[in-house]
């Protein structure tokens, strides 16, 4: 059975930092490319970041760049999204997902497998 997980959400003020964390099963983790995405009310799933499946290319969207890394540790079959200097607008729900290309597509139609979404906001 795939499992994504994503976990450390939560409320944090402008200018503060949050980890998530993205734990998977069922799937062999080393051979797919991972993606954050995000989405609000009435708003299609944008695209974060991604990373491939060795790691070595990452991609981020203009609004993170500089201020989110994607990172993942393929031991644990995890990934995280470290996220700084939040602001409002990064109020979300955060998905984690998964995509057996390996590339890191930054669009949400290739991933095959998808976590639940973990809640973040961001307080002015």
């Known amino acids: 059975q795939v499992q994504l997980v994503e976990s450390g959400g939560g409320l944090v003020q402008a200018g503060g930092s949050l980890r998530l964390s993205c734990a998977t099963s069922g799937f062999t983790f080393s051979r797919y490319a991972v993606g954050w995405f995000r989405q609000t009310p009435g708003k299609e799933r944008a695209f974060v970041a991604s990373t491939t499946w060795t790691g070595s290319r990452v991609s981020y969207s203009d609004s993170v760049k500089g201020r989110f890394t994607i990172a993942r540790d393929n031991a644990k079959s995890t990934a995280y999204l470290e996220m700084n200097s939040l602001k409002p607008e990064d109020t979300a729900v955060y998905y984690c997902?998964?995509?057996?290309?390996?590339?890191?597509?930054?669009?949400?139609?290739?991933?095959?497998?998808w976590g639940q979404g973990t809640q973040v906001t961001v307080s002015s």
């Open positions: 997902a998964a995509d057996n290309r390996g590339f890191g597509s930054t669009s949400p139609g290739t991933y095959e497998y």
